[in-house]
C-alpha cells in the first residue's frame, strides 16, 4: 500500500541551528500538508500546497520557518534558527485533492527536539 | 474562532466494554468530519469520514454521528478490543482547511 514518506524519524538538534525535513507524498497527490504536532495537543497546520503552490501558510512563522516544493512532488520543510519551542512532531499529509470527502493520508511524522 | 473540542481527554476501559468518544465544535458550518486514530509516535489514520448532508458512518465496529445543528460528534466503539487503544482525533473540515481536537487516549485494558 502506498504511503507518505518522511524523513528523518527523529532529530535532536541545538538551539539556534538549522533543521530539515523531507517529505515524499503518495504518487498522484497534488496536495501535500505539513503539520506540528506538540504533544498532548492536536495537529496544527503549517502550509498546504497544491501542486507546487502554496495555498495556506497562514500559521507558518515565517521568520524562521520555510517550505518548498519545487517540482510539484517532494517538499522540504526548514527551520532557522530553531528554538525549545519547537520541539514537535512535524507530520506530513497528502491528498488526491483538497478535503471535502477526499481521504488524507499522513506519514509517520518527525520528531524533533530542541535543546 | 473554530475551536474541536475532544471529551474525555482519557479513558481506560475493560476489554469487551462499548464506550463513546465525544467531540463538540463551535461553528457549524462544516463540511466534513473525520475521526482519526493514533498509535504513539505515529501518524494518523483516517477512520470514518462523515460529509456535512449525513447523520452518521460505520465501519466494522465503529459508528460515527454527527448533529451539526449541535455542534457535536460521537465515535462509538463496540465490543472494544486491547488492539483498540490508541489516540482518537476528531478533525472537522471548514473550507479546505481541516481543525483537529486534541484527542482522547483510550485504554482498553485485558
Not at chain 2, 51 to 77: F, H, P, V, W
Request: aromatic share 10%; proline share 4%; net charge negative.
Amino acid at each position: 500500500e502506498a504511503e507518505v514518506a518522511q524523513s528523518p524519524r527523529y532529530k535532536i538538534t541545538e538551539k539556534s541551528q538549522a533543521v530539515a525535513f523531507w517529505c515524499d507524498p503518495i504518487s498522484g497527490h497534488a496536495t501535500l500538508y505539513w503539520y506540528r504536532q506538540i504533544l498532548g495537543q492536536g495537529p496544527e497546520l503549517l502550509v498546504q500546497f497544491q501542486d507546487e503552490s502554496v495555498v495556506d501558510d497562514s500559521q507558518l512563522p515565517k521568520d524562521r520557518f520555510s517550505a518548498e516544493r519545487l517540482k510539484g512532488v517532494d517538499s522540504t520543510l526548514k527551520i532557522q534558527p530553531a528554538e525549545l519551542g519547537d520541539s514537535a512532531m512535524y507530520l506530513c499529509a497528502s491528498s488526491f485533492t483538497g478535503f471535502s470527502g477526499n481521504t488524507i493520508y499522513f506519514g509517520e511524522g518527525s520528531w524533533l527536539t530542541v535543546v | 474562532k473554530q475551536e474541536v473540542t475532544q471529551i474525555p481527554a482519557a479513558l481506560s476501559v475493560p476489554e469487551g466494554e462499548n464506550l463513546v468518544l465525544n467531540c463538540s465544535f463551535t461553528d457549524s458550518a462544516i463540511y466534513n468530519l473525520q475521526w482519526f486514530r493514533q498509535d504513539p509516535g505515529k501518524g494518523l489514520t483516517s477512520l470514518l469520514l462523515i460529509q456535512s448532508s449525513q447523520r452518521e458512518q460505520t465501519s466494522g465496529r465503529l459508528n460515527a454521528s454527527l448533529d451539526k445543528s449541535s455542534g457535536r460528534s460521537t465515535l462509538y466503539i463496540a465490543a472494544s478490543q486491547p488492539g483498540d487503544s490508541a489516540t482518537y482525533l476528531c478533525a472537522v473540515e471548514y473550507g479546505n482547511k481541516l481543525v483537529f481536537g486534541a484527542g482522547t487516549i483510550l485504554r482498553v485494558k485485558s
